[in-house]
C-alpha cells in the first residue's frame, strides 16, 4: 500500500528492557513525526525529522528515548530501560514537507501500542 | 512559540443539531491550521486545512471550519450532526512554513452525538 506503515502493530514487554518501533513513510515525504498517545488522551510530540537537517527532538520526555532516520526514509524510535509509563501508542505521521498547499498534510500510521509490564 | 487550545475536553449534541468544536491558536507569523478526526479504534484521519484564502474551509463529511484572524480561531462546525460524528477531534496549527517549525496538536475534544 502507499499509506504510512508501523511495526510492529502491539509490543508488550517487561519492564527495564529496550523496545525499537519502526515507521516506514510515504515515499517522497521529506518530513516525518513521532507521536505518543496515552489512553484517552491527546497526541504528545516527541520528535520531528525535515529532510537533511537536524531533528527536533524537543519533545522527547527523557534521555531514554531516542529516534533516528535513514535518509528519507524508515525511521526508528528506541526506548531504553522501558518504565510502566511509556505504556502508550506511539503514532508515526508523514507529510511532504516541501513549501505548498498540499505539504503539511500528515498522513498518520496505524501505531504501534506499547504494553510495559 | 507556536500553541494551540481546544478549550473543550468534551462536547455532547443531539443529532440532527449543529455542532461546534472549539480551537485557539497563538502563532509568530501567519498560521497553517488542521482538523483531524480519531474515530474509536482507528487511526487519525486529515479533515480540512487553512492555508490562505477563502476564511471557511470545507472538508470531509460534511464538515467546516472558520478561520478568523482577529480572535486567532478556527472553530470546527457542521450545521447537522450524526451519530457516527462520534469521534476525537484534533486541532493542529503550524507557524509560517519553515523547515524549522513543526505542526502541534491540541489536547483533543472528545464529540459524542446522541441520538
Known amino acids: 500500500g502507499a499509506g504510512v506503515s508501523q511495526s510492529p502493530s502491539n509490543k508488550v514487554t517487561e519492564k527495564g528492557k529496550d523496545v525499537e518501533l519502526r515507521c516506514d513513510p510515504i515515499s517522497g515525504h521529506t518530513a516525518l513525526y513521532w507521536y505518543r498517545q496515552r489512553l484517552g488522551q491527546g497526541l504528545e510530540f516527541l520528535i520531528y525529522f525535515q529532510g537533511n537537517s537536524a531533528p527536533d527532538k524537543s519533545g522527547l520526555p527523557s534521555d531514554r528515548f531516542s529516534a533516528e532516520r535513514t535518509g528519507e526514509s524508515v525511521s526508528t524510535l528506541t526506548i531504553q530501560r522501558t518504565q510502566q509509563e511509556d505504556s502508550a501508542v506511539y503514532l508515526c505521521a508523514s507529510s511532504l514537507g516541501v513549501w505548498g498547499r498540499d505539504s503539511d498534510t500528515q498522513y498518520f500510521g496505524p501505531g504501534t501500542r506499547l504494553t510495559v509490564l | 512559540a507556536q500553541s494551540v487550545a481546544q478549550p473543550e475536553d468534551q462536547v455532547n449534541v443531539a443529532e440532527g443539531n449543529p455542532l461546534t468544536v472549539k480551537c485557539t491558536y497563538s502563532?509568530?507569523?501567519?498560521?497553517?491550521l488542521f482538523w483531524y478526526v480519531q474515530y474509536p479504534n482507528r487511526g487519525l484521519q486529515f479533515l480540512l486545512k487553512y492555508i490562505t484564502g477563502d476564511n471557511l474551509v470545507k472538508g470531509s463529511y460534511g464538515f467546516e471550519a472558520e478561520f478568523n484572524k482577529s480572535q486567532t480561531s478556527f472553530h470546527l462546525k457542521k450545521p447537522s450532526a450524526l451519530v457516527s460524528d462520534s469521534a476525537l477531534y484534533f486541532c493542529a496549527v503550524r507557524d509560517m512554513p519553515s523547515s524549522a517549525s513543526k505542526i502541534i496538536f491540541g489536547s483533543g475534544t472528545r464529540l459524542s452525538i446522541r441520538p
Open positions: 502563532v509568530s507569523g501567519n498560521p497553517y
